[in-house]
């Protein structure tokens, strides 16, 4: 366990300012039920991230403990934001102190949207004794992939002023500060595109025969009478 006390004025970090932290399901059944079209759907660019807060600033004296030899007390002046830190702080002895006005972290990239596929095509007709058969219609293209939105800054660093006696100098040696920077937050990721539909397979052709049926008359004589054979 730490034995340092910690004081700060840290600005909040842009995740925890977030509003939107997860991402708004997509019901796609639903919007392609709805759709007439036969492409894809295309998904939505992400968010902006949400910029670190930049950190405050916080105004101190340290004092010489009047109930504990070894300890001292922290005194605060000012602090922006308020309500931060109580009025007097008692660092027992054997622990120092930090002080921190660190920016908050910029919330990390969002990931876009991933796009619907396209619908397959339809089928052509079969061929009839009329007309040909058709070729299927081409499948519909997938929809795009959302962009995915870039990481945000980090909150810039704050400002500490510490206030000592010149007899209270050796105070300082248990007193450390940070006034840095947020990170910046990682970048998005974008979406993944929608595949294409199929094409519709074509119509099944048939072959139409023509059959010629001939008939042929002979002369045949039976019995002094003419016949008529057809063959």
């Not at 340092?4 to 991402?23: A, H, M």
């Not at 059944?29 to 007439?36: E, G, N």
């Not at 105004?59 to 922006?80: M, N, W, Y």
């Not at 019995?223 to 008529?228: E, F």
């Amino acid at each position: 366990m730490s034995r340092n006390v910690v004081l700060s004025v840290n600005g909040r970090n842009g995740l925890d300012k977030s509003t939107l932290r997860q991402q708004p399901e997509q019901h796609w059944d639903l919007v392609r039920a709805a759709s007439t079209s036969i492409h894809g759907i295309n998904g939505t660019d992400a968010p902006e991230a949400v910029p670190g807060e930049p950190a405050g600033l916080l105004s101190i004296e340290l004092l010489e403990s009047e109930s504990r030899p070894e300890g001292f007390v922290v005194k605060t002046l000012a602090q922006v934001p308020e309500n931060r830190i109580p009025q007097l702080t008692e660092i027992l002895p054997h622990r120092d102190v930090v002080f921190q006005a660190i920016g908050g972290d910029g919330e990390p990239g969002r990931k876009g949207g991933d796009g619907t596929p396209g619908r397959d095509g339809m089928p052509g007709t079969n061929a009839s004794k009329a007309q040909d058969a058709t070729n299927g219609t081409a499948g519909g293209t997938g929809g795009r992939a959302g962009a995915g939105s870039n990481g945000a800054d980090g909150g810039k660093g704050g400002m500490i002023n510490i206030c000592v006696d010149e007899d209270n100098t050796h105070l300082l040696l248990a007193t450390t500060w940070d006034i840095s920077g947020g990170n910046g937050g990682g970048a998005g990721e974008h979406g993944i595109p929608g595949p294409g539909g199929k094409g519709g397979e074509g119509g099944r052709s048939f072959t139409w025969n023509k059959m010629a049926i001939n008939i042929v008359v002979r002369k045949i004589a039976l019995d002094g009478q003419l016949s008529l054979l057809r063959t």
